[in-house]
């Protein structure tokens, strides 16, 4: 298993992770089995945005003796009311719904705090200017939980919290900060525009996109420049990706592909993928040693049969080798973030400078675009790269 810093967090945490919203589907011991055989697995971090008391009893029996191992994205804001799962801001609700997440998972403490779920501008606006953002910092300054984080499928939304960040909204002089980000992340919601409401994203592919929606890779470059590391939730796109069928593509791709799909999205950390049996943790872990043949999803989404992403540079690396020996997709990767700047960042300047051979070494001989599913114009973006870095 391959572990990662997760962004200002400094945790470091599985590139494979646990998304635990389907433990309630199964018996307690069952699913309590499962979450085991996750950490011997090498997994570390699991998301409880679940507000039912089954989902967190399980979570908490099945780490009680390993707490310290685990990274536990618990939400601050996912209430149950009435035997239902209700998102509120109202103190009320959520302080007894945080306090009973804390008391099920144990230890005292819970690792991300995460401001659960903000999709509209006026929820972002209720939520940061109301007593809810002084109960999260406060929960913050008594150390009940150790980062602060906020979920989100709207890439408006994580670019608002990233430019504004937690700190001063309650007290201009407290220092919490925005660390990380939950967001979801699969080929299939790439194409599509930011929206306040979720189900959309699962409907309405019948029009034709091409290439990632420019406001969602804004919101990567913007993360990884940041570092605001993204954990990825929806990867699978609920299975659909799975079936030509139902796959927006008129294709299908593999679990390796979709977790390879949101891994290299700049700023994505960890992929929290939801479980109901050991063969898919053991089929979601096998893309550690997965060939990168195995892991190509380019191929796939260059030649489905619906929808285009020509011309968008998506960093998977098939323009390799080069003659040259240029890292073309760390390149590529490096001018977009430097670009939605109105200078390049001194980090970005200093990362590019590392990669040793820089853009100035291309010739020009576009053997990599012959390679690129993708028809993305490489030589003239080397050219771009070089006058704008110097280098």
């Not at 299939?188 to 091409?210: H, I, K, Q, S, W």
């Not at 990825?232 to 390879?260: N, W, Y």
């Not at 490096?334 to 400078?353: G, K, M, N, T, W």
Request: charged share 25%; with cysteine; proline share 4%.
């Amino acid at each position: 298993m391959k572990y990662k810093t997760l962004g200002k967090t400094g945790l470091s945490v599985s590139e494979i992770g646990f998304g635990g919203e389907w433990l309630e589907r199964h018996e307690e011991e069952e699913s309590i089995e499962l979450i085991h055989y996750a950490e011997e697995k090498g997994i570390n971090i699991i998301d409880c945005w679940m507000p039912d008391p089954k989902s967190r009893d399980i979570i908490g029996k099945a780490i009680k003796d390993s707490r310290e191992k685990w990274v536990v994205q618990g939400h601050i804001g996912s209430t149950y009311q009435d035997g239902q799962y209700v998102r509120s801001r109202d103190l009320k609700y959520v302080v007894p719904a945080f306090e009973d997440l804390l008391s099920r998972i144990g230890g005292g403490y819970i690792d991300l705090g995460m401001i659960h779920y903000i999709d509209s501008e006026t929820d972002w606006e209720n939520s940061m200017n109301s007593e809810f953002i002084d109960y999260v910092l406060d929960l913050y300054d008594r150390g009940i939980i150790r980062h602060i984080g906020m979920s989100t499928h709207n890439p408006k939304m994580a670019m608002r919290a990233i430019e504004r960040g937690i700190r001063g909204f309650a007290d201009p002089s407290r220092k919490a900060e925005l660390e990380m980000i939950l967001f979801s992340i699969n080929p299939a919601f790439d194409m599509r525009p930011g929206t306040n409401c979720v189900e959309e994203l699962f409907t309405g592919y019948e029009t034709d996109y091409a290439g990632i929606d420019p406001e969602r890779a804004a919101f990567y470059r913007m993360a990884e420049e940041n570092n605001v590391g993204i954990t990825v939730m929806k990867g699978f796109f609920g299975g659909a990706l799975f079936d030509e069928k139902r796959s927006p593509f008129g294709a299908a791709l593999t679990p390796a592909q979709c977790i390879h799909y949101a891994l290299t999205r700049p700023g994505a950390v960890s992929i929290l993928c939801g479980y109901d049996t050991k063969e898919q943790i053991d089929e979601a872990i096998a893309y550690e040693t997965a060939s990168d043949e195995e892991k190509n999803f380019a191929a796939v989404l260059a030649n489905a049969p619906k929808h285009s992403y020509k011309g968008t540079c998506t960093y998977c690396g098939h323009c390799r080798p080069c003659v040259m020996n240029i890292d073309i997709a760390m390149v590529n990767k490096f001018y977009d973030l430097a670009i939605q700047q109105p200078r390049v960042p001194e980090s970005v300047q200093a990362h590019y400078e590392a990669l040793g051979t820089t853009a100035a070494s291309c010739i020009g001989c576009r053997d990599c675009e012959s390679r690129c599913p993708f028809e993305v114009p490489i030589a003239e973006r080397m050219e771009k790269a070089l006058e704008l870095f110097g280098c």
